[in-house]
């Protein structure tokens, strides 16, 4: 009895310990709130950003894109800043009023192929392109463009994200069709092909280089990342890179700031200048080494990217207005119809 | 049945109110949102719904993938629990860890173990094909069977668990009594064992069939290559399209599909009688005989190598320079562990984790022993629907739930979003059911005779309950408490929705390596996870051995 005792008093203790833990894990509320991707990136630019001002950003990553859609839905978003993902979200805070329109003094050294209207800024260049195994396709083999995708030789062995389950991959899919002169023959032959899906586009660079498929369609940044990971290891990278004669598919990475009108004046300085360092050049060179493309002519691109990218123009607001109809089309497509 | 309580006492008030609070509030808020409401009440998201084919399509093939799943798991579970307590196969020990091993491998990268072995250019399909000079690889691990096989091997622990701690309890009377009366061995098992056995199998059947529903790894791993969609990873594709409403609509079917299993496991059980008196503490093992070596050599070399595949193969990545390169002394390093050491965040994330899982699965078990125990053991009106809404959180995939939770506590009455007790929360809502199926399989078997008869002897309800009841119930106890903790430990899509700074967790840091650093890191972070749960586990024996040994229970 007296032993059930001690246990119960030192279990009592103990949870009363973990409960004074957790709550210690709130920190002091820092200023903004700035949600950014992938984690290692944040860090970095945290880091720099936090240097000149201070402890100020209470930085919130992983696929925040589904985060915000929760917090429009509760009428109260959080986030003071937003830098990454695609441009679907961005659009559709737009259209409901949430993003505050601010130009960047950055903004005048931005190249003019990113320069965007509406009331967020492009801030990193991202491209779909085609990678392949090296270690079962030779460069030559490799194919040079969308439609080399098509080639029997590749049956069964081509992988793409899924558009239902990815925004990016969906951009993907749509400037495919878009560029085909809004046909949907090229995913109808994909589809004979016996393509392969991944759950993002980010994805396919990680199932070409396991060999479970040899090529595929994906975002070149997760593919660059790999590969310069490898020859930093002295390694043969396994991916290679193929940037389609067609043109590669643009997916810009925007930011913006989210409209608060209880946000102090201050904190709108402080969230304005996050904005400025995410453009300023410092900010594009710790982007850089993740594999984006700067949107500024004075920082160079990653090694392993070409100067001048050939680029396929896609209609993004087409994308954004028509998601249903062009959702409910893909399934029709892949159904064999 | 124990006359107890037309009147809810003090606690028992306070428990039901919580679980409304905490657990319908936000299902009830999903439920309206699927509607439209607040706002214009609308059917459209159930319209659209029922004119997708790919829907009905999703609805077939989460039904088949669960039931197989189901089966599967059931006869696995239940045939390697009677091996390891019934039987005199050597190696038992050896069996239980390889089990455990088995659930601690977290499936979001434990699945890749079974592609590089299975997958188009797997080894053992490169092998087959080769050796029988095909041209196609035989094995289709892509298709709704190879999402069903993996996730039954993935989740018959639960199953093995539930049968485990009741067969260990049960009275060999019975038996015994049989086999005096000249019943042979299939007639025993079938006549005998089975029923006194099934409320556990029933519980642990129906946890694998609700996880399965909701278990977006495997199933977008291994479906998606071909088109092959489950309810869940329908659910992902309307949160990718930021279709809120459509997502709610859809976890509405899932919560119906587990809600309808549920009230199918309580009208199987019926009144089944309990059965079990008391422990005697020895098992009835049955001699296999000539039989012993070939059955112990299958089962072991089966559990092993479900276990030991994906967790060698997670281990060989973790070692790996660079991702797709063979393994090879040119390709090894320890580089992707340093990388942990270099990185502060691991460290927080994992002392983190560590805690809310603690807390949660303290909480978690609490509740689920007060929930059992109100929904076995008395007359309370309303009993089974209280249980029957604890256990519904199971189903619903983890960021609808975290919608769900956002709504309910962004505002007032308890903003609790952006603390560190959301997430405490979350997992609670999240994973107290598998503590509260497993407890509740063990309470229907106890027979509520032992309680009375320490109350007759004078003892309070209390102390019946902490003399003679927990200690009976206590493997499956430990087993809640040890679940909940596993899957806290490694829960992505809830984290991911509910942190912010100061309160990351390993599931973060395992979804966002993957995307920069690579799969090696991650699959680094994953084994030192492991380790992690692994000696947790441990030391939790050591102590269960210490209380309960000692008092000759």
Same mark, same amino acid.
């Given at each position: 009895m007296l032993k059930s005792k001690k246990m119960l008093l030192t279990t009592l203790l103990g949870l009363l310990v973990l409960i004074w833990g957790i709550q210690g894990?709130?920190?002091?509320? &820092?200023?903004i709130t700035v949600y950014m991707g992938p984690i290692p990136l944040a860090q970095k630019l945290e880091a720099a950003f936090e240097a000149e001002h201070g402890d100020v950003l209470t930085v919130v990553s992983g696929p925040w894109c589904r985060r915000v859609r929760a917090e429009m839905e509760a009428g109260d978003?959080?986030?003071d800043v937003l830098y990454g993902a695609d441009l679907s979200i961005y659009l559709l805070l737009w259209g409901v009023g949430q993003l505050l329109p601010y130009s960047s003094?950055?903004?005048? &050294?931005?190249k003019p192929e990113f320069r965007a209207e509406g009331?967020?800024?492009?801030a990193n260049g991202r491209y779909a392109a085609i990678v392949y195994n090296k270690r079962f396709v030779s460069p030559e083999e490799?194919?040079?463009?969308?439609?080399?995708?098509?080639?029997?030789?590749?049956k069964g062995k081509v992988v793409m994200g899924d558009p239902l389950l990815c925004s990016a991959a969906f951009a993907i899919v749509c400037g495919l069709v878009q560029s085909h002169g809004f046909d949907w023959d090229y995913i109808r032959a994909l589809r004979k092909n016996e393509v392969m899906l991944a759950n993002n586009a980010g994805k396919v660079a990680e199932v070409v280089a396991s060999g479970e498929a040899w090529v595929g369609i994906c975002v070149h940044d997760a593919a660059l990342r790999m590969i310069k990971k490898a020859e930093k290891q002295g390694l043969e990278p396994v991916l290679g890179i193929v940037w389609p004669k067609e043109g590669a598919i643009p997916i810009p990475r925007p930011a913006a700031i989210v409209w608060d009108e209880e946000r102090s004046e201050e904190d709108t300085t402080l969230a304005k200048a996050f904005l400025d360092f995410v453009l300023s050049p410092e900010g594009q060179r710790i982007a850089a080494k993740y594999g984006f493309i700067p949107v500024r002519a004075d920082v160079p691109t990653p090694a392993?990217?070409?100067?001048r990218i050939r680029a396929i123009p896609i209609d993004w607001d087409w994308i954004s207005k028509h998601d249903r109809i062009l959702r409910d089309k893909w399934q029709a497509v892949m159904a064999g119809n | 049945m124990v006359k107890f309580a037309k009147k809810p006492g003090f606690i028992v008030a306070g428990l039901i109110w919580a679980l409304l609070f905490f657990f319908a509030y936000p299902l009830v808020l999903l439920l309206l949102k699927g509607f439209g409401l607040p706002g214009h009440l609308t059917l459209e998201p159930y319209r659209d719904l029922l004119w997708n084919p790919l829907g009905w399509e999703a609805l077939r093939n989460s039904l088949v993938v669960g039931a197989t799943t189901m089966l599967l798991s059931l006869v696995l579970g239940a045939t390697l629990a009677w091996l390891a307590t019934r039987s005199d196969i050597p190696g038992r020990r050896f069996l239980r860890i390889m089990v455990f091993l088995t659930f601690a491998t977290p499936p979001y990268i434990g699945t890749l173990g079974w592609i590089q072995a299975l997958?188009?250019?797997g080894w053992l399909n490169l092998l087959l094909m080769r050796a029988f000079g095909?041209?196609?690889?035989?094995?289709? %691990?892509?298709?709704l069977p190879g999402i069903a096989v993996v996730m039954s091997l993935h989740l018959y622990p639960l199953v093995f668990w539930a049968t485990e701690g009741m067969l260990l309890r049960l009275d060999p009377v019975y038996e015994e009594e049989a086999a005096l009366l000249g019943a042979g061995r299939g007639k025993i098992f079938f006549k005998v064992v089975l029923p006194m056995i099934l409320p556990a199998l029933l519980s642990s059947g129906l946890l694998v069939f609700m996880h399965s529903l909701s278990c977006f790894a495997v199933a977008a791993e291994l479906?998606?290559?071909?088109?092959?969609?489950l309810l869940v990873t329908l659910v992902y594709s309307t949160l990718s399209h930021y279709d809120v409403k459509g997502a709610c609509a859809l976890s509405a079917v899932l919560v119906a599909l587990s809600g309808g299993a549920s009230l199918l496991r309580r009208s199987l059980l019926g009144n089944a009688d309990a059965s079990?008196?008391?422990?005697?503490?020895r098992a009835r093992v049955m001699e296999l005989g000539a039989l012993r070596m070939p059955v112990g050599i299958l089962a072991l070399t089966f559990t092993a190598v479900v276990a030991l595949l994906p967790l060698l193969s997670l281990v060989g990545t973790s070692l790996t320079?660079?991702?797709?390169?063979?393994?090879?002394p040119r390709n090894l390093t320890l580089a992707n562990y340093l990388e942990l050491l270099r990185n502060l965040l691991v460290a927080r994330a994992i002392r983190n984790s560590l805690a809310f899982a603690c807390l949660a699965a303290c909480i978690g078990t609490l509740l689920s022993l007060g929930i059992g125990y109100l929904a076995e053991r008395t007359r309370l009106r309303g009993r089974k629907t209280l249980e029957l809404v604890t256990t519904?959180?199971?189903? %619903?995939p983890g960021p609808v739930l975290a919608l769900a939770i956002i709504l309910a506590f %962004?505002?007032?009455?308890?903003?609790?979003?952006?603390?560190?007790w959301i997430i405490v929360l979350g997992y609670t809502v999240a994973f107290t059911p598998i503590a509260l199926l497993t407890v509740s399989g063990g309470l229907r078997a106890v027979d509520g005779e032992l309680e009375e008869a320490a109350w007759t002897m004078g003892a309070s309800r209390l102390q019946g309950l902490q003399k003679v009841l927990f200690p009976l119930l206590r493997k499956e106890i430990l087993a809640g408490w040890i679940l909940i903790f596993l899957m806290t430990l490694r829960e992505i899509p809830l984290s991911l929705m509910l942190h912010t700074r100061g309160t990351e967790t390993v599931g973060v840091i395992l979804f966002s390596f993957r995307d920069t650093l690579g799969v090696e890191v991650t699959a680094a972070l994953a084994v030192v996870v492991m380790v992690i749960t692994l000696v947790g586990r441990l030391w939790v024996t050591g102590i269960e051995r210490q209380l309960w040994e000692k008092r000759g229970v």
């Open positions: 894990m709130a920190n002091s509320p &820092a200023k978003i959080k986030a003094p950055e903004a005048t &050294a931005i009331p967020f800024t492009l490799a194919p040079k463009g969308w439609n080399d995708l098509l080639d029997s030789k590749w392993g990217i070409p100067k | 997958g188009h250019s095909l041209a196609r690889p035989p094995i289709e %691990i892509y298709s479906g998606l290559p071909r088109r092959r969609y079990v008196r008391a422990e005697t503490g320079r660079a991702w797709g390169l063979p393994l090879g519904l959180p199971l189903a %619903i %962004i505002h007032s009455p308890l903003p609790l979003y952006n603390t560190p």
